[in-house]
């Protein structure tokens, strides 16, 4: 098998969607029927990262629940990688910074993403990834006591590492300009190092929201860019978006690809975040492969291989673009491509080989 393995994120079936005023949610069985249906000369998706949220994946599933969910996804030719903890209000979590019980409700939506994934890992369709958090807290509330409220999420997310090593289990923090205390690279370094639980606690990039860290989106003392930037200057771009990669890129554990045209975009209860878009939207700002390779590649060009695979993120896309059979293949070949550009080899374990 070749590495980094292509996934396919399911939660974009779920995220803006299914609320008041927003479209329907669409069923984890026909997200993975539209990854699986999707084939670029011979190549198809590996495997699928989840949300551990209903209607895909009670965070309450018990293992015959998990045994079934992996029964359908192993039918389906895939394997199972990251998972994303649903630690916000909404979803039963709490705030990160908040008071001792939203804090105790976010630890225990990491406890309970955590035993999952080591379940799946002992049923045998899970052989790497990492269980994704964030804050679960907005910029605004965040900007009342920055460096108060940056030390509470520190604190717990270091009870978070301590949860997620009695599973065996690494944590990735999504770097995102909707989250309070990560809405800017330099704030999110801040809180890595402050944790300082490298071995446990990593940092999740996605192409669409570090774009957006370059412009100070919610954080305009830490832009990169001028404002009214002109987008023709690509080297100014490349520099902006290698002074975050080379700051992020050590803490780096999970990646997603994805596109974004340096807008944001809010659907349904999700918070305005950067715009994903289609690889072939002709207003995407990303070289997406040779973008991909400022995370995926060291200083000296050498892959970093810190992950065994890189994900799709097409969040909050309308649910007619979900639900075209092109709209998957034509991610697939970008994903092919970028594996091409900057992947690497290794032996695949056992237990995923059957």
Known sequence: MKHPRLHNAMWPGLVGKGSPGAEPAIDLDTMLTLTANAV????????????????????DSTRDDLQ??????RAKGFVVGSLVAPVWPPTGGGSAMGSGDERRQFLTQVRK?????KTLREIGIRSDGV???????????WAKDPDGNTRRIAATFREACDVAEGHGERLAAEGEICWGGMHSWK????LLELVDRPKTLGFQADMAHTLLYTMGYNAPEDRILPERYDWTNR?????????????????TIDFHVAQNDATVFGSGTHDK?????????????????RHAGFWMRDEKGQPTRAFQHICWDGCMFPNATMMRPNTWTDVLRL??????AHGWDVPVPASVQG
Request: hydrophobic share 40%.
């Open 235 to 251: 080297d100014a771009f490349d520099n902006a978006l290698r002074t975050v990669t080379n700051a992020l890129r050590p803490w």
């Open 68 to 73: 079934r969910l992996a029964d359908r996804i």
């Open 187 to 190: 704030r999110m370094l801040q």
């Open 273 to 289: 975040t950067g715009r994903h878009c289609l690889p072939t939207d002709p207003n995407g700002k990303l070289d997406v492969v």
């Open 335 to 340: 994903m092919v491509d970028v594996r091409s």
């Open 131 to 141: 269980v994704r958090i964030d804050s679960a807290s907005s910029p605004s509330e």
């Open 113 to 117: 993403a955590c035993a999952i994934g």
């Open 40 to 59: 670029v000369d011979g190549v198809r998706f590996d495997g699928v990262d989840l949300f551990l949220f209903d209607p895909h994946v009670s965070i």
